[in-house]
Protein backbone atom coordinates (compact mmCIF):
# COMPACT_ATOMS: atom_id res chain seq x y z
CA UNK A 1 0.00 0.00 0.00
CA UNK A 2 1.07 3.53 -0.52
CA UNK A 3 -0.43 6.30 0.70
CA UNK A 4 -0.71 9.81 -0.91
CA UNK A 5 -1.59 13.10 0.53
CA UNK A 6 -1.45 16.76 -1.25
CA UNK A 7 -0.89 20.10 -0.23
CA UNK A 8 -0.25 23.44 -1.56
CA UNK A 9 -3.42 24.24 -3.66
CA UNK A 10 -5.27 27.35 -3.01
CA UNK A 11 -6.90 30.50 -4.94
CA UNK A 12 -4.12 32.51 -6.80
CA UNK A 13 -4.85 35.15 -9.83
CA UNK A 14 -4.12 34.34 -13.28
CA UNK A 15 -0.23 34.85 -14.58
CA UNK A 16 0.46 33.27 -10.49
CA UNK A 17 2.29 30.45 -9.85
CA UNK A 18 1.27 27.93 -7.09
CA UNK A 19 3.37 25.14 -6.15
CA UNK A 20 1.90 21.68 -5.04
CA UNK A 21 3.32 18.63 -2.81
CA UNK A 22 2.51 15.21 -2.84
CA UNK A 23 4.09 13.47 -0.28
CA UNK A 24 4.11 9.24 0.03
CA UNK A 25 4.35 6.67 2.40
CA UNK A 26 3.62 3.14 3.03
CA UNK A 27 5.82 0.82 0.96
CA UNK A 28 8.57 2.00 -1.38
CA UNK A 29 7.72 1.93 -5.29
CA UNK A 30 9.98 2.26 -7.78
CA UNK A 31 7.82 3.33 -10.25
CA UNK A 32 6.09 6.84 -11.54
CA UNK A 33 4.30 9.69 -9.73
CA UNK A 34 1.72 10.95 -12.15
CA UNK A 35 -0.18 14.76 -11.50
CA UNK A 36 -3.70 15.00 -12.81
CA UNK A 37 -6.70 17.06 -12.88
CA UNK A 38 -10.19 17.12 -13.43
CA UNK A 39 -12.05 20.56 -13.63
CA UNK A 40 -15.99 20.56 -13.00
CA UNK A 41 -17.49 18.64 -15.39
CA UNK A 42 -14.75 17.19 -16.96
CA UNK A 43 -12.82 13.47 -17.22
CA UNK A 44 -9.66 13.44 -15.13
CA UNK A 45 -6.77 14.00 -17.11
CA UNK A 46 -2.78 13.53 -17.42
CA UNK A 47 -0.58 17.05 -16.17
CA UNK A 48 2.53 15.45 -16.23
CA UNK A 49 4.76 12.27 -14.42
CA UNK A 50 8.27 12.24 -13.26
CA UNK A 51 10.01 8.47 -12.87
CA UNK A 52 10.94 8.45 -9.40
CA UNK A 53 14.70 6.80 -9.63
CA UNK A 54 15.58 8.29 -13.05
CA UNK A 55 13.70 11.68 -12.36
CA UNK A 56 12.72 11.58 -15.97
CA UNK A 57 9.58 13.60 -16.27
CA UNK A 58 7.11 14.08 -19.66
CA UNK A 59 3.79 16.92 -19.84
CA UNK A 60 0.48 17.41 -21.31
CA UNK A 61 0.88 19.67 -23.63
CA UNK A 62 -1.44 22.69 -22.52
CA UNK A 63 0.93 22.58 -19.49
CA UNK A 64 4.56 22.01 -21.15
CA UNK A 65 6.96 25.55 -20.17
CA UNK A 66 4.76 26.47 -17.01
CA UNK A 67 4.63 23.45 -15.32
CA UNK A 68 7.57 21.76 -13.73
CA UNK A 69 7.79 18.07 -11.46
CA UNK A 70 10.70 17.50 -9.30
CA UNK A 71 11.15 15.47 -6.62
CA UNK A 72 12.75 14.72 -3.17
CA UNK A 73 13.67 11.16 -2.85
CA UNK A 74 14.58 11.81 1.06
CA UNK A 75 11.09 13.25 1.41
CA UNK A 76 9.56 10.73 -0.41
CA UNK A 77 7.78 13.80 -1.98
CA UNK A 78 6.76 15.34 -5.08
CA UNK A 79 6.26 18.75 -6.39
CA UNK A 80 4.25 20.28 -9.09
CA UNK A 81 5.48 24.30 -9.62
CA UNK A 82 2.93 26.18 -11.48
CA UNK A 83 3.23 29.47 -13.12
CA UNK A 84 1.96 30.96 -15.36
CA UNK A 85 -1.31 29.95 -14.37
CA UNK A 86 -4.81 30.44 -16.40
CA UNK A 87 -8.31 30.19 -15.29
CA UNK A 88 -8.77 27.37 -17.59
CA UNK A 89 -6.07 25.45 -15.31
CA UNK A 90 -8.53 25.36 -12.27
CA UNK A 91 -9.41 21.82 -11.04
CA UNK A 92 -8.71 19.57 -8.45
CA UNK A 93 -5.69 18.08 -8.77
CA UNK A 94 -4.40 14.76 -7.95
CA UNK A 95 -0.98 12.87 -7.21
CA UNK A 96 -0.81 9.12 -8.12
CA UNK A 97 1.23 6.07 -8.79
CA UNK A 98 2.15 3.57 -11.01
CA UNK A 99 4.80 0.88 -11.47
CA UNK A 100 6.97 0.88 -14.50
CA UNK A 101 7.11 3.78 -17.13
CA UNK A 102 5.44 7.04 -17.73
CA UNK A 103 2.27 6.82 -18.97
CA UNK A 104 -0.90 8.91 -19.39
CA UNK A 105 -3.83 6.73 -19.13
CA UNK A 106 -5.86 7.32 -15.57
CA UNK A 107 -6.57 3.88 -15.24
CA UNK A 108 -2.95 2.59 -15.27
CA UNK A 109 -2.24 4.17 -11.98
CA UNK A 110 -3.33 1.92 -8.84
CA UNK A 111 -2.45 4.65 -5.80
CA UNK A 112 -4.44 7.90 -5.45
CA UNK A 113 -4.57 11.17 -3.76
CA UNK A 114 -7.26 12.86 -1.92
CA UNK A 115 -7.21 15.69 -4.53
CA UNK A 116 -6.22 19.85 -4.26
CA UNK A 117 -8.33 22.26 -5.00
CA UNK A 118 -6.45 25.17 -7.50
CA UNK A 119 -8.81 28.39 -8.46
CA UNK A 120 -7.01 30.52 -11.14
CA UNK A 121 -8.79 33.53 -11.35
CA UNK A 122 -9.01 35.73 -14.36
Known amino acids: QVQLVESGGGLVQAGGSLRLSCAAS???????MGWFRQAPGKEREFVGA????????DYADSVKGRFTISRDIAKNTVYLQMNSLKPEDTAVYYCATKPGGIRVGVPEYDYWGQGTQVTVSS
Open 50 to 57: IVWTAGST
Open 26 to 32: GRTFNGV
